[in-house]
Each structure stands twice: as structure tokens, then as C-alpha cells.
């Protein structure tokens, strides 16, 4: 099992950027696919990124394909999402996800960090 924290979060303007950033406890981080979700108001879940357990597979949602980067650190059992040329659509709570698939890993997740975009 694999608890994760996510950190990063806050109000930015449009075209901004925010870096998030995700800490898992465990000795087994590189046994995970990790990712990204987010969730808006009244909608559901949805996937924004994913990386594979040694990054050499990386999945972006079309909506933040060229503005948004997944980068993960092994030694320091971390994941990141670069986020760049923020628009207010990308407002919502942000989870960090780790799982057995590469595609969807969504076993486990953090607790959120909220993202506000502001026009």
C-alpha cells in the first residue's frame, strides 16, 4: 500500500504557471504507474497525466497536451506536474494517483490540492 500527499496548490491567473507536487511513503515507489486526476465542480474525476513506474511512458489528457508536464523522481519518491499557460477551465482539485496500470492508475489516492484559475 502507498500513501500519497499532494502539495502545490493555489489561485493563479490566466497563463500562469503552478508546479504541484506529490510525496509517497513506502519503499515500493517504483513499483507504481502514477498520475494525475482532477475534479471540478459538479463534474466527475478526470485524467490529466501519467507516467510509467520508470518514466519511459508518458500519457497526457488532450486538454492540457503541450502546457502540463509529469516527471517523477524514483530516489526521492516523488511526482510533479508542471502546469504552464494556465487557463480557468483547468480550475479544480488536483489528485496525485498511484496504480497498477499504466493507463488509468488509480488504486490509490491523495487527498487533493485545489487549483484556481483565475480570468
Known amino acids: 500500500q502507498v500513501q500519497l500527499v499532494e502539495s502545490g496548490g493555489g489561485l493563479v491567473q490566466a497563463g500562469g504557471s503552478l508546479r504541484l507536487s506529490c510525496v509517497a511513503s513506502g519503499r515500493t515507489f517504483s513499483s507504481y504507474n502514477m498520475g494525475w486526476f482532477r475534479q471540478a465542480p459538479g463534474m466527475e474525476r478526470e485524467f490529466v497525466a501519467g507516467?510509467?513506474?520508470?518514466?519511459?511512458?508518458?500519457r497526457y489528457s488532450d486538454s492540457v497536451k503541450g502546457r502540463f508536464t509529469i516527471s517523477r523522481d524514483n530516489a526521492k519518491n516523488m511526482v510533479y506536474l508542471q502546469m504552464n499557460s494556465l487557463k480557468p477551465e483547468d480550475t479544480a482539485v488536483y489528485y496525485c494517483?498511484?496504480?497498477?496500470?499504466?493507463?488509468?492508475?488509480?488504486?490509490?489516492w491523495g487527498q487533493g490540492t485545489q487549483v484556481t484559475v483565475s480570468s
Open positions: 494517483s498511484a496504480g497498477s496500470s499504466s493507463s488509468k492508475p488509480d488504486d490509490y
Open positions: 507516467i510509467s513506474r520508470f518514466g519511459l511512458t508518458i
